[in-house]
Structure formats: C-alpha cells, structure tokens
C-alpha cells in the first residue's frame, strides 16, 4: 500500500512538474534577442511577450538648403499579447531660415502626423537565431499651425504595409531588413504615389553588456530615383529601465541635406 502511495505521489508531483513547465513556456514563448535600429525603429521587439511596453521621446536635428529643422517625436508601444505589437507615435516639426534666408521660403511648423501601427511576429526560430514579423502602419498627415482654421486640418494619409525580417549571427553580431512602401494619398489631389523604403541595419552587441554600436543604412526610392543615408549609432543602457540612443545621419545622395543628429530615450517600466 505504502508503494502505491508512493508511486501516486511521485506521479502527481511529475504531472504537476510538466504542467508548471509547459504554462510557463506558453506564457513566455521562444524569443531571440535581436538588436533594433535606433532610427527607423520596430513597432515593438520581434517575439514580442505579453505585457511589454515601452516610451520613446526623441530629437532629430538636420537642415535643408535654406533653413534648419528640429524634429521631436513620441511614441508608445506595447504587445496585448504575445508576438504581437501596437504602437502609437506623435511627430513634429520646426522650422528657422538659415542666415540670409527668409520665412517664406522655409517650410511652416506643424505636427506631422501621428502614425498608428501594428506589428506580429510570426516566425521565431531559436535555432536559426532567426525572426520575422508582418505589419501595418496607417499615418494621419496634419496642417500646418499656422493654417489651422484657414484650410483642411487632414491633409493627407499614408498607407504602409511591413515587412521586417532580423538574423543574429554568433553571440554578438545582428543585421536587420525593415522595408515597406509609403502609398500616399493628399486629400484633395489626384493620383496615390508610391514610395518604397528599405532600412537594412548591422549592430555589435558588447559582450556581457545591453549596449551595442553599429550601422543603419535607410534607402528611399522617390521618382525614379534612389537617396541613401548612412546612419552610424550607438545605443547605451542606462540602467534597467532606461536606454539612449545617438544616432548621425550622413546623406549620400542629397546634396541639399546637411549632417544630422537624432537622439532616442527608451524607458521600459
């Protein structure tokens, strides 16, 4: 009797051992760490887990022929359940003639849109280090300030389907390809054009750390023709909530565009 008892007791404990293992693996699936681009960043980690959220507010600072332009924008995202991720973000935009310029010819201030997007991971593979993910991002394009009232307050709406596919490569090295279209509609005008992006990325993790450095390439097809800007970067933990992220942008193809600089601060409560 006492054997029977112990052979129940011992297969209770294997049962409930198994059980606890496996809603532990169903409540946290399979993620690879990926390093993600600081500029043209994810909707939310690839492999995203339920409950995860983060706020970014960044700074960009880059110029044009006849004036200088100060961007700032905020975002927040969070996955509601696993793989997946939503986001919203907030961009705006102003505008100083440069030195022998005037305010005419200078673009006006103005929020640029706010961009609403979703993002699902549906490939992980802890083997191959390798995720891929499909997304939607509908942006709302708004007036300028100072033509509130005046005209349309919606000026136009972007559509962009996703595509985002990232490979981690030993323990340290990272590429990443973020492409989509940009099929823009201007409400009023005739005629959706479309262009295309491809962001493609290269980082290096430092070992033992979260911190890592490397190369963002973001390449725009417009009008038949190709703009290229190099975007070196480094991303710094600060400590377990917060993140920066400095980032130059070095235009190849623009010769009217200046050197940039953007910042980003995560904070992942």
């Known amino acids: 009797m006492k054997t029977t008892k112990r052979i129940l007791l011992a297969g209770i404990i294997t049962f409930l051992g198994n059980f606890s293992a496996v809603a532990q693996t169903q409540s946290n699936p399979v993620k690879v760490s990926h390093a993600e681009p600081i500029f043209q960043d994810l909707v939310r980690d690839l492999g995203a887990r339920k409950g995860e959220k983060e706020f970014n507010l960044g700074a960009d600072f880059s110029g044009g022929k006849n004036y200088r332009e100060n961007g700032f924008l905020a975002e927040y995202e969070f996955a509601p ?56 991002t509908q942006v709302v394009e708004f007036n300028d300030f100072k033509n509130y009232g005046k005209g349309k307050f919606i000026t136009g709406l972007v559509y962009s389907p996703f595509f985002v596919a990232a490979k981690k490569w030993g323990s340290n090295i990272h590429t990443l390809v ?92």
Do not use: C
């Open 81 to 136: 359940i696993n793989r997946l991720g939503l986001e919203v973000e907030t961009d705006f935009s102003f505008f100083s003639p440069k030195k022998g310029s005037s305010k005419e010819q200078i673009p006006g201030n103005r929020l640029d849109g706010i961009r609403f997007s979703a993002q699902y991971t549906f490939l992980v593979s802890e083997k191959a280090k390798t995720s891929m993910a499909i997304g939607y």
């Open 178 to 269: 973020y492409t989509y279209p940009k099929i823009q509609n201007e409400l009023g005008e005739s005629g959706t054009p479309v262009d295309w992006e491809i962001n493609s990325s290269v980082m290096y993790s430092l070992p033992n750390s979260d911190h890592f450095i490397g190369m963002e390439v973001n390449k725009e097809i417009s009008h038949g023709k190709m703009l290229v800007t190099l975007r070196p970067q480094v991303k710094i933990k600060l400590d377990s909530h917060f993140a920066v992220g400095i980032v130059t942008g070095i235009p190849v193809s623009q010769q009217d565009e200046s050197i940039s600089f953007f910042f980003r601060l995560v904070y992942e409560p």
